[in-house]
């Protein structure tokens, strides 16, 4: 089947057949989009906000980058199919975390957790849940601090509350995630195995990496006059 015309199957699902319903709930439908957009717009500014003040502190920039998106609706309307939930926005706010994403690129390991706890403690945020794949990294190598915040986005006559999924990983993590994603989407591939397990070796190494630019930093910040 044809992408458009899947996207249009399921969002029929989701719309009620009376014309007039149907076009409320399709405004509905873009307000909680525009609501996500919103919701990541607030925490990329905490994030830039931190960034900068850690930057003047002495850290150097502990970000080294920032990505964002909102999943497409067609992901959003995959997702509550796939997962059995039912097709309603009520639905996707309460089942999905993951439609509006961030991601931060830190250069060390010990940035994330700075980062991490200094979202944590802001008194706004409420953290949903937190998955540490460094601490324990998943079976294939993968390693990134995760968390789902909710933080309360203002609009002209209400506050909602709206869930972020918040990825934190170094820029080597970051590089060996986006190479396995391509491996996980591609089917049929040959070697699949023996890919797999170089890349649970490149974790490794990432890992080790990793580590020795921490103490390798502290050797150049200990030995320098400032
Ligand atoms: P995509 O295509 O990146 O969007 P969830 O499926 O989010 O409801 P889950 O899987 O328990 O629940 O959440 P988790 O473990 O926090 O993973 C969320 C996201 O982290 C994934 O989203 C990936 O982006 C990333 N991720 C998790 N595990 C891996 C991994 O082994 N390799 C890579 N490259 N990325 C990973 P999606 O929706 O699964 O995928």
Known sequence: MKEESR?????NELLPDDPEERAKTLDELDKLLMRYESAIREIRTKVEILNDELSLTGDQNPIASISSRRKKLSGILEKLKRQGFPMTLESIEENLT????????CSFMDDIYKVAR???QQDDITVITVKDYIAKPKPNGYRSYHMIVEVPVFFSNEKRPMKV???IRTIAMDFWANLEHRMRYKKDIEAADEIMDELKECAENI????TKMMIIREKIRSGSLD
């Open 7 to 11: 996207v249009q199957e399921l969002l």
């Open 98 to 105: 993951d439609v509006a994403g961030i991601r931060i690129i």
């Open 118 to 120: 200094m979202l944590q």
């Open 165 to 167: 999924e918040v990825q």
């Open 207 to 210: 890992a080790a990496t990793d």
